[in-house]
């Protein structure tokens, strides 16, 4: 379970073209908030823990955190390291630029309690970069990297497909660049058109068009399947729908459920090969797993042959398939 504490803009120099934090987090630009407010809402979400040995993490999201003035930065920290030290909150992490990394804040950072620090790479191509107003250049990316792993804290990218002058071919090259660097784990958030953003405007122009939802979720699989080679976890897939987002949100490629939709495409392109043209087969499936065949009213099982009889069995296992056809041995497919 992670605690979010939204921190919009803060430490930011300037606003990149696609970002509107408060329509990405919920939470207006504001003064930082109290250490009395942090513990508040820290005690508000530990009351909903059900299973006290579910470990609880802290985090600082929606601004550039090492780039606030130390004490700034050490004033939010010290009013939840209390719960670090007593065990109660097992990790913190934070969210930065690449260009706001110095060893001396990392070793600042560890000894309160931070353990992972999660970098908004964006992309790793440098035009693109200076298109989207980010104003950090992939070698800070690099630097940045490096001094967090040597530092022996967790590193994750967050990463966004299609930003302005971007190329599906220079994603996959930015995943891999960043891939390269280790990171245990990305974020992947597809770039959105949102109200009131420098974007919104060149869209209007007709400067920008954003990717389709079935594009997007086509590249994404193709991440995906790199990313599971790679042994690099994926922890999101498109920002999270909240009526601030729907709100604000004037066109891209947005679905509630995007990874789900990612998970639908590829299980069906799998069941397809492994049919290998015989209609006639079975598929077992648990029932717990079946939102991801019959994702956005069935999409991707719709390419399936109609005559394949798929059965709900909690006794198979998660996150595996099961295809049986008359003859054959049966065929295990990986979701």
């Not at 908004?120 to 800070?140: I, K, N, P, Y």
Request: hydrophobic share 40%.
């Amino acid at each position: 379970m992670i605690v979010p504490f939204f921190i919009p803009f803060a430490g930011c120099g300037h606003r990149c073209i696609f970002c509107n934090q408060e329509t990405i987090s919920g939470a207006l630009a504001q003064q930082l908030p109290s250490p009395k407010e942090l513990q508040d809402t820290l005690e508000r979400y530990l009351q909903s823990v059900k299973d006290p040995s579910q470990p609880v993490e802290a985090a600082f999201y929606g601004g550039s955190f090492t780039a606030l003035p130390w004490s700034d930065q050490e004033r939010l920290l010290s009013a939840i390291f209390p719960y670090r030290v007593n065990g109660t909150l097992k990790s913190l992490r934070v969210s930065t630029r690449p260009d706001a990394i110095t060893q001396e804040g990392l070793e600042r950072l560890k000894a309160y309690g931070v353990e992972t620090v999660e970098l908004g790479v964006q992309s790793m191509e440098d035009e693109v970069l200076w298109q989207s107003g980010r104003f950090h250049t992939a070698a800070d990316t690099i630097r940045a990297s490096k001094a967090i792993c040597e530092a022996d804290l967790h590193l994750v990218h967050q990463l966004m497909p299609g930003l302005l002058g971007a190329s599906f071919s220079g994603d996959l090259y930015s995943l891999r660049a960043s891939a390269a660097l280790r990171p245990e784990a990305v974020r992947l958030y597809p770039t959105l058109v949102l109200r009131g953003t420098p974007l919104e405007r060149l869209y209007r122009e007709g400067r920008y068009a954003p990717r389709s939802l079935e594009e997007t979720v086509a590249h994404l699989q193709e991440m995906m399947t790199f990313l599971d080679e790679e042994g690099i976890e994926i922890l999101r897939m498109g920002l999270q729908e909240t009526p601030s987002l729907l709100k604000s949100l004037i066109c891209g490629p947005h679905h509630p459920a995007l990874r789900e939709l990612v998970l639908s495409r590829r299980l069906a392109g799998r069941i397809a090969c492994a049919l290998a043209g015989d209609a006639k087969a079975q598929l077992w499936i648990h029932p717990y797993d079946a939102s991801i065949l019959n994702a956005n009213r069935k999409q991707y099982r719709s390419t399936l042959p109609k005559t394949l009889a798929v059965h709900g069995d909690f006794h198979q296992v998660r996150g595996v398939v099961t295809l049986r056809r008359r003859g054959q041995a049966p065929i295990e497919i990986c979701i």
